[in-house]
């Protein structure tokens, strides 16, 4: 069979984003080829970022299964995409799939007529199997009952779901991602750092996070698998990595014998990854260096304990100072993340938020609102949480991109979205850190301290 995998355009300028090669799709040809079929890549953002490109791709190939990945915020580009396939003229199916959908199969079935097929969790074979169950000819229901983790419709024209296959605990197993999919020319001229993947799945349950549900239980690459793919990209002529794993380093041993391996093969590759404040301990921060690590990605997320407590965070703000510290004096940058109008938040808890980020001093920071995406338990209980969602189906339109999808009972979406712009403007001028602002800090600090917000930070 012909697959066609296509990459959603963006609703604005993808030039101002990252823009990496899409693993999801990679891993899935590895499996898809290895059974004999074909497949082929669309990356609608380096081809215009518009839909027109589609046609002649579709008109070519002729494929028999198109498949398209989203996240929430890229879903009605997707559905964009699946219409356009079956405006084509070719007589393709669509499959869904990604952490978005995972989490909304029936409804996406029911609400979207172009779609035929959603693939639940990590799909590598049950693609396979799909594609096995679709050709030639028509797909037989008995055949669609038998692919594991799938949404369909029925003869009868109800959805049907069949169980999805238990998680790949030896991830080595799947193998390393096709990146021959990939015209890599315009990724790498647009960026030297690349996604590898080393993990699946994150032992923290944060209830905002759709991974919470999706990962389950994490499972991890072996060191020499994960350098091995290294030096691959290396050839391929990245200059940089970002280990995209919810936590590289949540088994601390794995994270010290990749560190190891790289320095045994004298891999001089920098790179970066995510890591969970509960996780940067001296050892393995200093191995991480040491292998050519350059930055950490945390995300802090509030300055407010009860806060930290009701997402199940499972950190406290002066913990979050304290492996702040740790990770900086082992020589790396640090890149923290913050969600602005999380529960409880105010005026003066953002405007203390601030404060608490001069305090730390990271290198990066980012300001997220709070998206409460299908999956997890700020969207299916936003009341628990303070917050309410006017557009249940907020993910079908691109409002999104002006305005954040929720407001809480303490700020409006207004005044979120000019609290991200504030935080923004504040973190990049050249003020922020200035010694006069700093010299106030103990002040305001102290006056945010004592104000119950948070408890006092050690030192
Ligand atoms: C790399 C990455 C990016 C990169 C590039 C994404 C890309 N093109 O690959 C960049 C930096 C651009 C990015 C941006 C964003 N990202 Co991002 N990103 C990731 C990250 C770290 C890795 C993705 C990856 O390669 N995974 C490895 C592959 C193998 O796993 P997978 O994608 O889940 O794919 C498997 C299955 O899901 C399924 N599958 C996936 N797609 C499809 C499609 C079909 C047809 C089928 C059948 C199956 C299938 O099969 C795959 C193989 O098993 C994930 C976290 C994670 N752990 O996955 C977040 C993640 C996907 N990102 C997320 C978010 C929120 C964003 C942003 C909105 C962030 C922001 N605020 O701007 C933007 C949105 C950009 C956009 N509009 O698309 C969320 C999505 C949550 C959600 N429920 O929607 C995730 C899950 C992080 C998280 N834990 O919250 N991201
Ligand atoms: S630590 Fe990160 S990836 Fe893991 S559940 Fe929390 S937010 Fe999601």
Redesign the pocket.
Known sequence: MRVL?V??H?PHDPFT?????????A??STHLKAAGHEVRHADLPFLGNTLDALGPILADYRPDLV????????YCQALEIAAAVKNSGVDAKV??????V??LPTECLTRHADVDYV?L????Q??VELCAAIGPGRAEEAALRKVSGLAFRTDAGSVALTPPAPPLMALDELGR?DRSIFDLAPYLAYDYET?V?TA?G?PSRCTF???TI??RKPRWNSPVHVVDEMEEVAELGFQSI?F???TFSGDPKRAIAISAEIRARGLDLPWTS?MRAQDAKPAVLEAMREAGAYRVFMGFESIQKATLRLIKKGATPERMIEKARLVMDAGLELHASFIIGAPGDTDETLAATLDYIRLLNPTVATF?VM?P???TDVFSRPEQYGIEIPDRYWYESTGWLYEPVCRTTTLTSTQIRDWVDQCYMEFCSPDFRAPERLATLDDATSQWRSSGLVEPVAG
């Open positions: 995998f990459n959603p963006y984003l990252l823009l990496h090669p899409p693993l999801c799709y891993y899935m498949g398209v990945t989203s996240v929430a915020q890229s499959v869904f799939g990604g952490p978005h995972t989490f693939l969790y990590d799909a590598e049950s693609i991602p996604v993947m699946r994150c996070c759709s991974t999706a990962g970002f995209g794993d919810d995510n997220n998206e995406r299908p999956g």
